[in-house]
């Protein structure tokens, strides 16, 4: 029995020496193929029989397209069609006085309502929910909706740039989006 333990060691140390072995061929090998290069351009590699150096690619009027040295151009020559630049969009006026981006300093206090830096803002469109509110489905089974509509408010909040603005004349009441997403659209299929 002993003597199989020691063979089977054996075996394995084998194997183990001899993947080692492989992986540093392997190694070897990849750092040969990294470190050769092409011949550079210039070099008798790439020297026609007159001396100068291929590029291959001629233009229309028969000189080289590609050149190994710096070449001044004349845009006054050039017959390119120029195109009148492209002014960036202009940005649009500021509607939402209220942006944020909800962290830490964001608080959520129901499905409807969450304050910011001592503000507290009410979602338009979306009725409040008291936070322990206990629900019947339609099965007449009980469910904390009260607090799963809250965890939807926070979970679409968290971590999010927010822009709000104020409904009518109470700067408290806002509609809100979340880009281009409006929130309480987002709410309100969670709200019921």
Do not use: P, Y
């Given at each position: 029995m002993i003597e199989e333990t020691i063979k089977g060691l054996a075996?394995?140390?084998?194997q183990v020496t001899l993947a080692v072995l492989f992986v540093l061929f392997g190694i070897q090998a990849a750092s040969a193929l990294m470190t050769s290069r092409p011949p550079a351009i210039g070099s008798d590699v790439n020297k026609t029989s007159l001396g100068k150096t291929d590029l291959g690619t001629k233009t229309e009027s028969g000189s080289l397209l590609w050149t190994t040295q710096p070449t001044r151009?004349?845009?006054s020559r050039q017959t390119y069609e120029r195109l009148p630049a492209r002014l960036p969009p202009a940005l649009p006026a500021?509607?939402?006085p209220v942006r944020f981006f909800a962290n830490h300093e964001v608080i959520v206090i129901d499905n409807a309502s969450f304050n910011w830096r001592g503000t507290t803002y009410r979602i338009d469109g979306i009725a409040p929910l008291p936070r322990k509110a206990v629900c019947k489905d339609v099965e007449g089974r009980r469910n904390a909706c009260g607090l799963r509509a809250f965890k939807a408010l926070d979970n679409a909040l968290r971590g999010k740039s927010v822009a709000c603005r104020p409904?009518?004349?109470?700067?408290?009441?806002?509609s809100c989006r979340i880009g281009q997403r409006d929130l309480a659209a987002l709410l309100r299929p969670?709200?019921?």
């Open positions: 075996v394995m140390v084998l151009i004349d845009i500021e509607t939402d409904v009518g004349t109470q700067t408290t009441l806002v969670l709200n019921s």
